[in-house]
């Protein structure tokens, strides 16, 4: 498992821990009820230099600590403040291990719409209605643990010219007494144009949780704002994993594919077409490390860890839902009449 950040900041006011209220978009202290903008935050001397970049990077990762589960393994990071964790998947302590290096700062942000309390509410309706599901799965205790968690995304604008060559046929029949004829006219059709792209949103972290992750997108392109230390406060992010060159092949094959529906649209009226060559070039290309928000809910059984995920922007649900061997058995034993293909739809990969 890979690391996460835990960010906090005390207020102003009156030194107690500050919490990002995703209602107000504001941080909130509950103790003197004072609320602070991330630029009133970043005012007070505990926001990072924007416009030096490096030293951003630097300091991003000098207040950041790594810790390690003793229990499952995960790497866990935390602010230089916090003097214990606890294991975001295993609920166990954990230990510290040393200084975070080599993640740099996040460009932009998506902070989270949806709040602990909405998030538990949402997970407790979607499960009240499956009834093979574990019991304990579907406790208000165990909803209690969802955990708030920012999630690395590279987002990608692109400037790029396509072209193509096509092979094309028109086919015209006609009959004269008792005799057809048919007339085929062939064309060689050329396209080409400027294509922008704008916003492609590709996983910044392992493969064990790409599947989790496409299946909560999209998140609105007009919510990213700039990078803001203060958004975290309360919140764990994941630090990125998967650097923008190993995914480079796979963000211009989307480009490539998306250019190619779009010229080839653009040829009509033929009888036939048959694409000869497609070539899309990138002019400009610019990557930027954003932190999107994700509500994750761990459910741990003996041979398997299931994932209740939910976009903490758009609300949007995906993840696997664990099913009662014991709740089989009694509909098995005739207590209940159950269709296979309903089984299918209570467990499993849900969207």
């Not at 991003?60 to 935390?78: K, L, M, Q, R, W």
């Not at 599901?133 to 590279?154: C, M, N, Q, R, V």
């Not at 998140?219 to 630090?239: E, I, R, T, V």
């Amino acid at each position: 498992m890979n690391g996460t950040v835990t960010v906090t900041y005390n207020c102003p006011n009156c030194g107690a821990e500050l919490y990002f209220n995703s209602d107000k978009q504001k941080l909130c202290c509950e103790f003197c009820e004072s609320e602070f903008t991330g630029d009133e935050i970043e005012a007070t001397g505990a926001g990072y230099i924007k416009d030096q970049k490096a030293k951003a990077d630097a300091e991003y990762c000098d207040h950041i600590n790594e810790y390690t589960c003793t229990n499952c393994g995960a790497e866990i990071s935390v602010d230089e403040n916090t003097a214990a964790g606890i294991c975001i998947y295993c609920d166990s302590p954990v230990i510290l291990k040393g200084k975070l290096s080599g993640q740099m700062k996040p460009d932009k942000v998506i902070p989270f719409k949806y709040g602990k309390e909405e998030a538990q509410n949402k997970f407790l309706k979607f499960v009240k209605k499956r009834w093979f599901l574990p019991k304990d799965f579907t406790s208000k205790k165990h909803a209690e643990k969802i955990a708030g968690i920012y999630y690395p995304f590279w987002v990608v604008d692109a400037d790029t010219n396509g072209s193509m060559n096509a092979d094309a046929t028109k086919i015209r029949t006609w009959r004269v007494g008792n005799k057809q004829y048919t007339e085929t006219s062939r064309y060689r059709v050329e396209r080409a144009g400027y294509i922008h792209f704008e916003d492609i949103v590709t996983s910044a972290f392992s493969e064990d949780d790409k599947e989790m992750l496409e299946g909560i997108l999209p998140y609105p392109s007009d919510s990213l704002q700039p990078f803001n230390m203060s958004y975290l406060s309360g919140f764990a992010a994941k630090k990125r994993d998967i650097e923008r060159d190993k995914i480079f092949e796979e963000v211009k094959a989307r480009m490539n594919n998306y250019a190619f529906t779009l010229l080839r649209d653009t040829i009509g009226g033929y009888s036939s077409v048959s694409v000869s060559e497609n070539k899309l070039a990138i002019a400009r290309c610019n990557w930027e490390y954003s932190l999107m928000p994700v509500w994750i809910l761990n459910y741990r059984t003996k041979n398997k860890m299931y994932t209740y995920a939910m976009n903490g922007y758009t609300g949007k649900i995906y993840g696997r839902l664990p099913i009662s061997i014991k709740k089989l058995a009694i509909a098995a034993s005739g207590l209940f009449t159950v269709v296979a293909t309903v089984v299918g739809l209570i467990g499993g990969i849900f969207l």
